[in-house]
């Protein structure tokens, strides 16, 4: 077993004896890291990027929602 996943195991075990303030606080701690950790790779802004200068050349080449879905 690696440290990390010994370290892993004893905060496991701990968890189950915490008060129900204590599991708030760490509730809260897990959610501000998950929504911190939520970046957008650069592949994806390139993708993103490509896509917005392809709106900007051509703002009338849309497709209309209703068909799209109607047509899924």
């Known amino acids: 077993m690696t440290d990390l996943e010994a370290r892993k195991y004893s905060f496991i075990e701990n968890l189950v004896n915490v008060g129900e303030r204590t599991l708030e606080k760490l509730e809260s701690v ?12 650069e ?3 390139e993708i993103l990027q490509e896509r917005i ?8 080449d849309l497709l209309d929602w209703e068909d799209v879905k109607d047509n899924w």
């Open 30 to 41: 897990l959610k501000q890291e998950k929504s911190d950790n939520q970046e957008v790779s």
């Open 43 to 45: 592949i994806h802004q």
């Open 53 to 60: 200068e392809s709106y900007h050349n051509n703002p009338d």
